[in-house]
């Protein structure tokens, strides 16, 4: 079909026209940069009253960087997509791209790899800043960078619910709360039902505690733990909602999360491109009621 | 070329389009005409693919329409009633963006957007953005998109509306340039002056439903039928109206001074014959005529009920400049 991938190239365009990204990047490298230097500056001060250069005071501060840096990356993505259709509902040009020979796997795609490619750059960006805590050593750079990779599906999932709550919707504001009410639910109710749920729950320990494998948050918080010599946190949380931490679950935490966030991604692209064809769905919105 | 048969839409209990049947011949320029909310977008989105019919079919020359059918889909350039402007691009992307999503590649692209632009005169603005033109530059910009890919069917939703009287003149132009040259064009306005001298046939739509349509001589026609012979008395006005009372064919008669209007059923040839009976009766008749058809009058009346809408409407966009 097309060679060009017109809609990526045309996002990438206007994109870099725009000051949303360098301003984005700056932020994020900011805050980072303040929490790595005011950290490490504490940590280096201590240092020189024992004279001893130790790391690990300094993984904290690089546990405290990744996840910060994890959580905007999770608020940022849905600029990305949670506007992509319904911004193009309102102005009217939606329709256009209907009429057009792309299809709706081709639209919802290309809307998708132009965001995945803007929030891979700002991930990228912040490379520095992250491995800024990392002058002592403790962790390598190589595993560094491999924690960034996992940054890849956990954004590409805000990303897919960004793509789906817009194609479900015709304004802007809505589809870019929703998405957000929706991020924010995805992070928070994986834990805090289970962990609510507990007391109720029998000896054999908690179910709804697997809900955890959709939170975002888990593979990224597992792998850092893990990284800077922590590995019992994730056993704490599973433990604080009433899962009794062994088996291959807790084995295998970060490869089931990721698994199962890949799959609610393409689940949700998949609504989405149902959402956007044309068809004679009933159900839709503004379908026929019933005869 | 294009035919809707017996569309129905519903937007929930409301139904936007009541069993909704236009057939719109091979070159022609089809004015589809109505007062705001009567259907013409929704009927329009129907034709182009983009939303679906509750009931009836769409066929587009000759191949089923809707979205799925992307050859007949193909076929159709629209101009909606937004423009669908994108932001923070130029005028010469804009249009190489919509030739690549016509599957268009580089050269072709930028061949066939210069040559539209230069067509649309907009050409010193290519490298303009986009949201800096004016609206009528916007319009002649969204034509030449829908032109993008050579469609022989081109529908354009109310796009004279809010066009300065300049603008709207050359818009017209390029409109009535593209129907000598073969294409089909559906061009939607609740302004019935305001595309009737373009059209070669028309349809009125009112609540969803075509209330009159064909070829606008044929319409023309009706419309006059439908209006009153007015005749003008020398003297002798009351022995006139005596004998028009014992006409079979007058239906109703209304006198004002000296002229008899009266509501005459019957052909020309008939009209002729009570003419001449009158003179051979020695009535004194000066003047003896049928007011042409005025579309914009019967439109009022086929449309009543929205009336003062489209009146307050033709008002505020005629006032435009
Ligand atoms: N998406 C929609 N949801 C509900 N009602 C709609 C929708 N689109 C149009 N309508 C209603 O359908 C009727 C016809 O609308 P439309 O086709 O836009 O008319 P026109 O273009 O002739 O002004 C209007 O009464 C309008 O309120
Ligand atoms: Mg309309």
Redesign the pocket.
């Known amino acids: 079909m097309t060679r060009l991938n017109p809609i990526i190239k045309r996002d990438l365009e206007v994109r870099s026209r725009g000051f949303t990204l360098p301003i984005i990047m700056t932020a994020v490298n900011a805050v980072l940069f303040l929490i790595g230097f005011l950290g490490s500056f504490g940590v280096v001060s201590q240092m020189r009253l024992s004279w001893i250069a130790d790391p690990h005071p300094m993984l904290g501060i690089y546990m405290t960087v990744i996840l910060t840096e994890f959580v905007l990356i999770l608020l940022i993505s849905p600029i990305y997509t949670a506007s992509s259709i319904s911004g193009e509902r309102e102005t009217g040009t939606f329709d256009l791209l209907l009429t057009t020979r792309l299809t709706p796997v081709n639209i919802i795609s290309e809307k998708m790899i132009s965001a995945c490619v803007s929030v891979g750059v700002i991930i990228v960006s912040c490379l520095p800043a992250m491995l800024l805590p990392l002058i002592y050593g403790g962790v390598s750079v190589q595993s560094a960078i491999g924690l960034m990779l996992l940054f890849i599906p956990e954004a590409f999932l805000v990303l897919s619910i960004g793509m789906f709550v817009s194609s479900a919707g015709h304004s802007v504001v809505r589809s870019t709360v929703l998405c957000y009410a929706a991020v924010v639910g995805l992070i928070t109710v994986p834990v805090l039902l289970p962990v609510l749920t507990k007391p109720f729950m029998l000896e054999q320990g908690n179910r709804l505690s697997y809900l955890l494998a959709a939170d975002p948050l888990l593979p990224v918080f597992a792998a850092v733990t893990r990284q800077v010599g922590r590995p019992g946190a994730v056993r704490q949380v599973l433990a604080m909602t009433g899962l009794v931490p062994d088996g291959a679950f807790t084995e295998h935490i970060i490869l089931i999360s990721v698994m199962v966030q890949l799959a609610l991604s393409f689940a949700l692209l998949l609504l989405a491109v149902i959402n956007i064809t044309p068809g004679k769905r009933s159900w839709k919105k ?1 379908g026929r009621p019933q005869e | 070329m294009l035919r809707v048969e017996n569309v129905k839409k519903f ?2 209990h ?1 139904c ?1 389009l009541d069993d909704l049947t236009m057939h719109i011949s091979e070159g022609s320029l089809y004015g589809f005409v ?1 007062p ?8 329009i989105r129907i034709m182009t693919g983009i939303i679906y019919p509750d009931e009836g079919t769409v066929t587009v020359a000759g191949m089923p329409g809707g979205y799925e059918h992307a050859e007949s889909r193909s076929m159709i350039g629209y101009v909606p009633d937004a423009f669908g402007i994108y932001n923070n691009l130029k005028v010469s992307e804009y249009m190489e963006f919509f030739a690549a999503c016509y599957g268009l590649d580089g050269m072709e692209a930028r061949r066939r957007s210069e040559n539209l632009l230069k067509y649309v005169e907009l050409t010193d603005k290519a490298d303009f953005y986009v949201e800096s033109l004016s609206r009528g530059m916007k319009q002649k910009l969204a034509l030449a998109r829908a032109l993008i890919n050579d469609p022989p069917i081109l529908i354009m939703d109310e796009p004279t509306s809010g066009l300065d009287p300049r603008t709207r003149y050359e818009f017209k132009q390029i409109v009535g340039e593209l129907s000598d040259r073969g294409k089909t064009i559906v061009i939607s306005s ?1 302004i019935l002056s305001d595309i009737s001298e373009l059209c070669t046939d028309i349809g009125i739509i009112d609540q969803g439903s075509i209330v009159m349509s064909g070829r606008l001589m044929d319409v023309m026609k009706i419309v006059t039928a439908e209006n009153p012979i007015i005749i003008s008395m020398a003297r002798r006005t009351t022995q006139a109206i005596r004998f028009l009372k014992a006409e079979k064919r007058v239906r109703s008669m209304a006198i004002k001074g000296n002229d008899i209007m009266i509501n005459f059923e019957g052909t020309a040839a008939d009209e002729a014959q009570l003419l001449k009976r009158m003179v051979d009766e020695g009535l004194p008749v000066h003047g003896f005529s049928r007011e042409k058809g005025s579309l914009e009058s019967i439109f009022m009346q086929l449309t009543g009920h929205g009336e003062e809408h489209t009146v307050a409407s033709y008002d505020a966009s005629e006032s435009y400049h």
Do not use: I, L, P, S
């Open positions: 503004y | 937007y929930g409301f936007a109505g705001n909310g009567a259907g013409k977008t929704t009927a609740h």
